[in-house]
């Protein structure tokens, strides 16, 4: 065991905790989310920030010692990952997205080159038992409670995004909703269910008005994945309708064919009957089609409102309307009536929500 100072914290690691001087191991366990420091040693000009615990981003440099945690990526616009089968001080690693996720990586996407190459310094040591100084590997998911296995969210509304893909605007449509829903008086929580650890997203729908916010990170999942997804979604929504907002926001991070979990998510027929309303974020006219057919096909859901780069402006909603029969509402200069379009979906009426705070 030796100890060693960080000169940055990532904030996928949030969870554990960690002070800037740490006690490393030598014995690294590979499970997803332990949290291992390593020493950056290339040099990048895009692509080359981390996000801290706060929420703010920092460059990395070489030289740069961070404690990030292993995880798995495989995001089109970003880089493919793997957790390492084993682990030994002095290896290389990589840092796989900017909430610092780290593993093998597999697969580069051109538009943001190669990844940070790291040397592993060391595992983590967590100190849990008081009074002795028995480490053992520090990992995000330690001493958190089991995940839901049933949705209970009393008659709360929820209304959800989903996407045809990565960057397709879904953030954008939540924050556009939180804001909106905030502007008329409503209490509002969000969550976002699936993606890789970035605290980001969540943030930005806090900073909109949200609140509480959740994301997956915080029930110790580094990435979302089929066997996960579902338990994770009950369990945010549970933990949300606990605080009886008016509406929980709800976003499905990646897209309808990614590696996530959003598949698994919308089997589940529970909740699939919890979303009051549901929007699709589509890039462009054929993914929108593509979208609107999956979801109806595959899980017996038609969208509310189609939004995304797709409505960017009438050559988009107008094919939207004229060859699909779907409303085209964008998040960005039209945020009034999307938001009123997906909450006259669930029902309410904010006048009278209104009035209900006020009494």
């Known amino acids: 065991m030796r100890a060693i100072v960080l000169d940055k914290i990532a904030s996928v690691t949030l969870n554990a905790r960690l002070s800037r001087e740490v006690r490393l191991s030598d014995e690294y366990p590979c499970r997803e989310g332990d949290v291992v420091a390593v020493r950056v040693?290339?040099?990048?000009?895009?692509?080359?920030?981390?996000?801290?615990?706060?929420?703010?981003?920092?460059?990395?440099?070489?030289?740069?010692?961070?404690?990030?945690?292993?995880?798995?990526?495989?995001?089109?616009?970003?880089?493919?990952?793997?957790?390492?089968?084993?682990?030994a001080t002095g290896d290389r690693i990589n840092v796989l997205n900017l909430g610092g996720v780290l593993g093998h990586c597999t697969s580069v996407n051109p538009d943001i080159g190669p990844p940070f190459e790291c040397e592993v310094l060391g595992q983590v040591l967590h100190f849990p038992f008081l009074a002795e100084r028995v480490g053992v590997p520090a990992n995000i998911g330690y001493g958190l409670p089991p995940l839901d296995t049933k949705l209970n969210l009393g008659g709360i509304p929820v209304v959800t995004v989903v996407g045809t893909c990565m960057n397709a605007g879904k953030t954008q449509a939540c924050q556009a909703l939180v804001q909106e829903y905030t502007h008329q008086r409503l209490?509002?929580?969000?969550a976002k269910a699936t993606g890789v650890s970035l605290r980001r997203d969540i943030l930005g729908m806090e900073d909109s008005g949200a609140s509480p916010v959740t994301m997956f990170t915080d029930y110790g999942i580094v990435t979302t994945q089929r066997a996960n997804a579902p338990a994770l979604t009950r369990t945010m929504l549970n933990r949300l309708a606990a605080g009886k907002p008016d509406v929980i926001v709800l976003e499905l991070g990646d897209g309808l064919l990614g590696d996530y979990g959003v598949d698994a998510i919308l089997e589940q027929a529970d909740i699939r009957a919890a979303f009051s309303a549901l929007a699709l974020a589509a890039t462009d006219p054929v993914a929108a089609w593509g979208g609107l057919a999956r979801l109806k096909q595959e899980y017996g859901l038609t969208p509310d409102v189609i939004t995304g780069p797709a409505t960017d402006n009438a050559a988009g909603t107008d094919l939207l309307r004229d060859r699909m029969g779907a409303l085209g509402l964008n998040a960005r200069t039209a945020a009034k009536e999307f938001a009123a379009a997906m909450l006259s979906a669930t029902g309410l009426k904010p006048q009278e929500m209104a009035a209900e705070d006020a009494r």
Not at 47 to 65: M, Q, V, W
């Open 41 to 87: 040693l290339t040099r990048k000009s895009v692509y080359n920030t981390l996000e801290l615990p706060t929420g703010r981003f920092s460059t990395l440099k070489p030289g740069d010692i961070i404690a990030g945690a292993l995880g798995h990526r495989r995001a089109l616009a970003g880089y493919a990952g793997k957790i390492p089968d084993k682990l």
């Open 187 to 190: 209490k509002v929580a969000a």
